[in-house]
């Protein structure tokens, strides 16, 4: 197993009886997912999807990549919240954050997942003189974010190279019947890929909308969604063992003690967008009817130099969850400086992730001295094959965690509020009546 939970740090603060006392509620959450009779039951296409995806797109998947890092310089992925966060987090989880600056072959930016002028105008300038192809993803083909960068970076495609080639250049990951994108790319003849109905946009990281991008990134896909099968089968046993259910029932049981915030930390960089991808996953799960835990994030030991102190010392809010990363990509050995000048010798003639290591205990004993509750995710390595396994770990624990909360953990009525008052204030039409009012708050 190359996922597991470690509760050991949490003893003092949950007792076993604790976890007796609600195993019941995970049994009947494990048997609402199991026979599709809980809240959100058309949205479980995630659970077996490892094992059932479609085997004839997952090859032309691996296809449309080869074209792409022959053909191109540059690999524009358009997309937003789950049509973007889960394709660059494994891709820098395994790749690393400078993969680009790096790694010869095909360079990949991700836009389409903000409004800023600013960064558009980066990603225009980034394709002067290059070879560049581009993956629109929206699940809705709708989204405002991704269309609106989109209708640019296509007119900049089809002014550099013509409109034929650069039909030939875009590949649209969408639903498969509906929605303007998928008519538009049928209309054009671009290539597309689907995102299946009842795989929501935070679990699609191991369809197409995830898949093409990892894979442009010379990634090895095969062995990502193996991971994820492995996964499926490990925690698809019902056991006060499994430990995806060990790590929901622990944040229910925290959250019922009062905590608040979940802080997810890793000592590894190259983590940081997996942590903005379990935030989306948690936060919009369970983010709902006025409950839920906040999904925080840090890198360490970086931000134990500017949250630390929070953590260490401030109100006593949340609890921690810690990604533990047992074999790092890349090691380096500390040699001993002859002098001593900067006093460093102690740490001398060993890898640096030793070091690493010492930091993380160091933090985990003081951070539970300090009275915050602190789990242990341990993942044996980023590998494409471990981050397939800790994704569906990570589905498999939240879809849980909501049931345990009594929410439907796969959908997100709430993300619709500022849509609607930006249309407005825009002046989409049919928005008119709440442009008035919305205006009159802003005014008055
Ligand atoms: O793939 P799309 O339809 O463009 O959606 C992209 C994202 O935007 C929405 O507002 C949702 O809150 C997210 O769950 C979704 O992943």
């Known amino acids: 197993m190359s996922v597991k939970f470690n509760g050991k740090h949490l003893a003092k603060f949950i007792r076993p009886e604790e976890y007796d006392a609600i195993y019941p509620q995970v049994e009947l959450a494990h048997r609402q997912l199991n026979d599709h009779s809980g809240p959100g039951n058309d949205f479980l296409g995630w659970m077996d999807l490892p094992h059932t995806y479609d085997k004839e797109e997952f090859a032309r998947i691996k296809q449309a990549a080869e074209k792409i890092r022959s053909d191109s310089d540059v690999l524009l992925v358009a997309g937003i919240g789950g049509s973007y966060l889960g394709a660059r987090a494994v891709v820098e989880a395994c790749k690393g954050v400078y993969h680009n600056d790096i790694e010869d072959g095909v360079k990949i930016y991700f836009c389409g997942n903000t409004i800023s002028p600013t960064y558009l105008n980066d990603i225009i300038r980034i394709t002067k003189g290059k070879r560049f192809s581009i993956n629109v993803i929206s699940k809705s083909g709708t989204t405002t974010e991704t269309a609106l960068a989109f ?10 190279v013509g409109p034929e080639e650069a039909n030939k250049r875009i590949y649209a990951t969408t639903d498969r019947s509906k929605g303007t994108l998928k008519q538009l790319a ?3 003849g671009w290539p597309t890929f689907v995102v ?13 909308v995830g898949l093409l991008p990892i894979a442009c990134a010379g990634i090895d896909i095969d062995a990502l969604m193996q991971g994820a099968a492995d996964a499926c089968d490990a925690y698809g046993v019902c056991s006060p063992d499994n430990d995806a259910y060990r ?26 967008m997996m942590n903005e991808w379990y935030k989306q996953l948690f936060g919009e799960s369970e983010g709902k009817d006025q409950k839920g835990l906040m999904p925080t994030s840090c890198i360490f030991s970086t931000d134990l130099h500017s949250m630390g102190q929070f953590l260490q010392d401030g109100s006593r809010t949340m609890f921690e969850t810690y990604v533990d990363i047992k074999n790092t990509r890349e090691d ?4 001993e400086l002859e002098g001593n000048f900067d006093g460093l010798n102690f740490l001398a ?10 930091a993380m205990e160091g933090t985990i004993l003081a951070h539970t001295d300090g009275g915050v509750p602190l789990g242990v995710i341990e993942v044996d390595s980023l590998s494409a094959y471990d981050v397939g396994y800790l994704i569906y ?6 879809a849980v965690s909501g049931y345990l909360l009594s929410v439907n953990p796969f959908d997100q009525p709430g993300v619709e509020s500022y849509k609607k008052n930006m249309f407005a204030l ?10 008035a009012e919305l205006e009159a708050k802003l005014n008055g």
Not at 393 to 398: I, L, P, R, T, Y
């Open 426 to 435: 825009l002046g989409k039409p049919g928005y008119e009546d709440r442009k």
């Open 151 to 160: 209708r640019v970076l296509r007119k900049l495609l089809e002014d550099s």
């Open 349 to 358: 003639n060993q890898n640096m992730s030793v070091v690493n290591r010492k």
């Open 196 to 208: 299946p109905d009842d795989v929501g946009g935070r679990y699609s990281v191991l369809t197409a």
């Open 186 to 188: 049928d209309a054009q």
């Open 332 to 335: 380096f050995y500390i040699e």
């Open 393 to 398: 770990f990570f589905w498999k624990a939240c």
């Open 247 to 272: 790590y929901a029932m622990t944040r229910n049981i925290l959250y019922r003690k009062g905590k608040l915030v979940e802080t997810l930390a890793c000592f590894e960089p190259d983590f940081a």
